[in-house]
């Protein structure tokens, strides 16, 4: 099930924002700080780029552990 809030970006513009995210996050006083910024700037909320950022780093193995957005 895709949520109203994902299947508003294209699947271009969050991989880049998540990039986005990756790269400049040391810019920033944290990663949160960074995802605020990203997220102002390409229309979504922080709470939508995070979950982003963090199924991104599932799925290239950076992370381990069941999406936080969905239930065992």
Known sequence: MT???TSK???EVRSRAVRMV??????HDSRW???ASIAAKIGC????????V???????G???????????
């Open 9 to 11: 970006f294209a699947p």
């Open 22 to 27: 990756f790269e400049h996050e040391g810019d």
């Open 45 to 52: 909320t922080p709470e939508t780029l995070r979950l982003w």
């Open 3 to 5: 949520s109203e809030a």
């Open 33 to 35: 700080a960074a995802i």
């Open 54 to 60: 963090k199924r991104a780093e599932r799925e290239s």
């Open 62 to 72: 950076r992370i381990d552990g069941a999406a936080p957005d969905r239930v065992p």
